[in-house]
């Protein structure tokens, strides 16, 4: 099974048309995959709509999770992979942002073999798609996210190039290895997933994809840029020195012996 995770915080109607979005694109797959919503302390009426839309379909691939208060986007992406059943599980944003081909494309690197795959914006391959009235906005974007990238490497010893592109996807056992360890609850997951897997040896895929611009509007003003680099600093700081610890292999435990009453 493939595991959807879908974050969210207060996505309002949106989250209906994106439910209904993963279940026909489930329909497309002759593959298994399930999806799981993630409301993190949403305080309109995101966590109603849902369950009303579980209650409705019946659909065993279809689930959601809700908690209080919110606790930010890191923490929901861990909260909805540690609860995923897939042997790959792979996070995106609510909206869409990332096509299903781009999720498909992802999937596609797990399962041939890749224990993180990630979307690359800066890889080669990708593709812009966007109106006239956002190249100014598409610009000030990339130059912001070509400077962040900067320091992750410089400060983390990252050799991604694109390190927030809110598309990454792993295996079950890279989750159960590497989420225990992580503590970033906001935007700074990104850079801390890709630090846990560059100190644990895992090895990181880059895929290219091809990114929407629609409606010119970001959550990364100036002020959240500022926060995500203190949230580096922190990283840095808290992971220096650190060792992941290897899981240990999993053992068919053998059933004890009858013994015959005496």
């Known amino acids: 099974m493939i595991s959807l995770v879908l974050p969210a915080y207060n996505p309002g109607s949106a989250v209906e048309r994106t439910w209904h979005e993963v279940r026909e694109f489930f329909e497309t797959r002759a593959d298994s995959w399930e999806a799981i919503f993630v409301c993190d302390g949403c305080t309109d009426d995101s966590p109603e709509r849902l369950q009303r839309l579980s209650d409705d379909t019946n659909d065993p691939r279809m689930r959601f999770v809700a908690y209080s208060p919110n606790r930010g986007k890191g923490y929901a992406v861990r909260t909805g992979l540690q609860a995923a059943r897939g042997q790959y599980r792979i996070f995106t944003d609510v909206d869409l942002a990332y096509r299903f081909e781009d999720i498909a494309r992802v999937a596609e690197e797990l399962l041939c073999g890749a224990q993180v795959a990630i979307a690359s914006r800066a890889h080669p391959d990708s593709e812009m798609l966007l109106p006239v009235r956002c190249l100014g906005y598409a610009y000030r974007r990339r130059m912001q996210s070509a400077v962040f990238g900067k320091a992750a490497r410089i400060l983390l010893s990252l050799r991604q190039r694109d390190t927030q592109a809110g598309l990454k996807g792993m295996t079950a056992d890279v989750v159960n290895r590497l989420m225990p360890e992580m503590t970033c609850d906001g935007f700074g997951f990104d850079c801390e997933l890709l630090t846990a897997c560059r100190i644990a040896a ?58 015959k009453a005496a």
């Open 202 to 259: 895992i090895p990181v895929t880059e895929v290219p994809v091809r990114v929407r611009y629609e409606d010119g509007v970001s959550t990364t003003g100036s002020g959240t840029v500022l926060k995500m680099l203190r949230e580096l600093w922190r990283i840095r700081r808290e992971w220096r020195g650190r060792i992941v610890p290897v899981l240990a292999p999993k053992r068919d435990v053998a059933p004890e012996p009858t013994r």
